[in-house]
């Protein structure tokens, strides 16, 4: 009786829901109807859940990774059910124009619920969902500007990306997410020749964090759309008045971390090529990142500590146990940053270095000396040592 009884109420909730929000769907170009029905859907019972895990609602922490589930949360619903309303709610998305998403609360509510369905096991519910992800995004102006939003919708596409089962989808969840930081770049990167705002930069650096996450998850079905989503974001033009100060977070919060963990699965791969790869790919992330911005990276008093962690890490990989391609490829990669950046200038001061009685040029051939011997001696990297000594300490004159 108890157990038959709840199967009973759960049906009639679930079917209660899906009415609402099929209403919700259908009234959409009615002034006001959605707004009104995405309120009421946080008087519903909270916990779609499926395998992507729980969906963060308005009151969870915006860390990327769900999180618990707040008064708005998401109604229950099957993947049958959820398949259903995804497909009409993308019709109608993809058709209305971004009608009736007048307002931040209630074009986040239509979101949540979107990332929910697309995460769904039913395939064509998943399908729907993401279809109908992708058209709020393209018409979150019509609620509110992306960057305000953001700390919200970010974890939600990131929910998106990892619910992907296929390469194919992986590809387009990560696609949508590159937009996104596309338009946020275009929104608020200093236009009107400012500094960008500190909001701004936090924004920046948590979309470069998430592509990062995504790039060391072993779930994901194509690793590789994360990370050349990241290297573009990392060598794209520099958007307006963007200072050295923000590449700097962006190696130190994420280019190195990133490194850092692709280091660590590497001992505990089960798919060793594949980890090999990305490995590669990730050297090749940080010499390209590091040298489209070698000239603001120079002007900083800093640069000594991150070409040093630079070496380091880069150091760390050509000494990555059991790897006949980083041992060949490492070497050849530190020899063109270190040719690029001789012919840049960045080896001819005289000054010494922070708190050290070296000049730059000193303090890079002895780590590379110790990292990688048969550099140092190369025909094409011996003036480098040898063109800057530190300067003469003035003379004391005679009492």
Known sequence: GGERGGMFAAAAVEHASHCVLRLAARLTHREGAVESTVRLLGRLPAGFTDAAGDVPG?????????GRRG???????????????GAEMAAMLLAGGGAGLATRGTWLGLVRFAAAVSASADERGARAGSEALSSLCSHSAHACPLHESLPELWPLLLLHARACRTPAHCERAVGLMADV??????????GGGEAPSEEWRADWLLVLRGFCSLCLDTRLPCRDAPLLALQRAVLAGDPPALPPTVWAEAFEQAVFPLLTELLR????????AEQERLMLRGVTLLSKAFLHHL???LSLRSFHLLWLRALELLEQFLRAPQSELLAEAVPETLKNMLLVMGASGAFESRARVGDTPQTLAQLTAAVV?????QLSGSPDL????????????PAVAAA
């Open 382 to 393: 011996a003036g480098l040592w040898h063109e800057a000594q530190p300067a003469a300490a």
């Open 58 to 66: 308005p009151s969870a922490a915006a860390d990327g990774r769900g």
């Open 71 to 85: 008064e708005g949360g998401l109604p229950v619903l099957s993947p049958k059910a959820a398949a259903a309303l």
């Open 181 to 190: 930081h596309a338009r946020l770049r275009e929104e608020t990167a200093g």
């Open 295 to 297: 000239s603001g990276l």
């Open 265 to 272: 699965q590497w001992v505990a791969a089960t798919d060793a």
């Open 369 to 373: 000396e110790t990292m990688c011997p």
